[in-house]
């Protein structure tokens, strides 16, 4: 048996202790760290958002970025290749979104023809069944994501004046950001602009 194993310490008592008992809640204490670390590094990369560089502007190019939907399937906004799109940015918590996003949902059906695709950013929110009631609760099938830690907001300029509403061309090129209540009739007016087939 090795020497380090059979030598032991004194208690104070007069009590021996195997140096093995000793390092024994050490090891303990490292492996459940090592294995908490483990599971948050895990969980976060399964949910992480990524977003480019730059910040959406009025005439500039919209930023890409990468996040997940409430049933956990992968979205990007270059998914949407060459279509207009909407991104409204909501939460639950916000009452003018209540009549704002079945307004859109039927801008969406109405304008689907012509390619449009409206998704609906979710605002530093993290419970995914609490959305999916609301957005059930007021009859809307946007396809929704996540932004939990805002990073996407961040990227186009919103802050807490929910809803915002930025409108990308075909080409992905800003054309208007509604920040804020804004008549839905201003929002499809914005949408007629960029909905028309692109020329053959």
């Known amino acids: 048996m090795n020497s380090a194993i059979r030598s032991n310490f004194t208690t ?7 140096r093995w008992a000793l390092a024994l809640p050490v090891l303990v204490v490292l492996v459940a760290t ?10 976060r990369s399964s949910n992480t958002v990524w977003v480019a560089a730059g910040h959406a502007r009025v005439g500039g190019k919209s930023p890409e970025f990468t996040t997940w939907n409430l049933s956990g399937k992968r979205v990007s906004l270059s998914d949407f290749g060459a279509r207009p799109v909407l991104l409204s940015f909501w939460a639950t918590w916000c009452t003018v ?3 704002e996003l079945p307004a859109l949902q039927r801008l969406q059906d109405q304008y689907r023809s012509d ?18 009631q609301y957005l059930s609760g007021l009859h809307v099938n946007l396809e929704a994501v996540i932004d939990p830690e805002g990073l996407i907001a961040t990227a186009y300029g ?15 090129t800003v054309v208007q950001i509604m920040i804020g209540a804004v008549p839905v009739a201003s929002i499809q007016d914005a949408i007629k602009q960029v909905v028309p087939p692109a020329a053959a």
């Not at 104070?12 to 195997?18: H, N």
């Open 12 to 18: 104070p008592g007069g009590r021996q202790v195997p």
């Open 34 to 43: 090592s294995v908490g670390v483990a599971m948050v590094v895990a969980g």
């Open 97 to 99: 979104c209540q009549e």
């Open 115 to 132: 390619g449009l695709a409206v998704l609906a950013v979710n605002y530093r929110e993290s419970s995914n069944d609490r959305m999916r």
């Open 158 to 172: 919103v802050d807490v004046g929910l809803p915002v509403n930025v409108l990308s061309d075909r080409s992905g």
